[in-house]
Each structure stands twice: as structure tokens, then as C-alpha cells.
């Protein structure tokens, strides 16, 4: 059981509170962590990554086990307390502005 952590306005969005749980079948990747909860919560599509590039949207971060993996290849596969569920995978929504 893979553990999500959303930023407050995509929980909104998605209408959960707390943290996300997902099974996800293949290797654990930002990539199937993202393809998983866009299939569950179709409305955060879009919200995280571009629908057609399918690229990390700027203002979004993704972290796992305390690093910021957020430029790291979609593909590469995640550490083993991420598949595990011991350690969540986190996304975080930056804030910009002057």
C-alpha cells in the first residue's frame, strides 16, 4: 500500500482528508504513483503534470523519504520504504508571488 501525501488544496479538490492509500501494480514510480491517482481521483488530472506531456506541472514538488525527487526521471524506481508504505510519497504544491 503505497501512502500519498496531498497538499491542502488538491485534498480539496479530491474530497479526502489525510493521507491517500494506493495499490499500485507495477514498479513504484513517480510515473505509477500519478497514473494510480489520477485513474482513482480523475479530477486531480491535469493538477500535478501537464495532460498532454504528461511533465511535471513548475509549482508542483514530489518528495520521498525526505529528498526532493521532483527532477528525477518519472520512471526511475522509488525506494523500497516507498513501495513498503513505511515512508509516504509526498507532493507539495510550491508558492510563488512577490
Known amino acids: 500500500m503505497i501512502r500519498v501525501v ?3 488544496h ?4 479530491a474530497r479526502v482528508d489525510g493521507e491517500v492509500e494506493l495499490d499500485v501494480d507495477a514498479t513504484v514510480t513517480q510515473r505509477s504513483i ?4 489520477e485513474t482513482r481521483y480523475p ?4 493538477t500535478m503534470r501537464d495532460h498532454v506531456t504528461q ?8 518528495f520521498v523519504c525526505g529528498e526532493d525527487l521532483s527532477h528525477e526521471s518519472p520512471d526511475a524506481p522509488l525506494p523500497e520504504a516507498i513501495a513498503k508504505g513505511s515512508e509516504p510519497f509526498v507532493i507539495i504544491g510550491a508558492i510563488a508571488g512577490g
Open 6 to 8: 496531498l497538499p491542502p
Open 10 to 13: 488538491l485534498r480539496t479538490l
Open 34 to 37: 500519478l497514473d494510480e491517482l
Open 43 to 46: 479530477m486531480l488530472r491535469g
Open 55 to 62: 511533465l511535471r506541472r513548475p509549482l508542483v514538488r514530489f
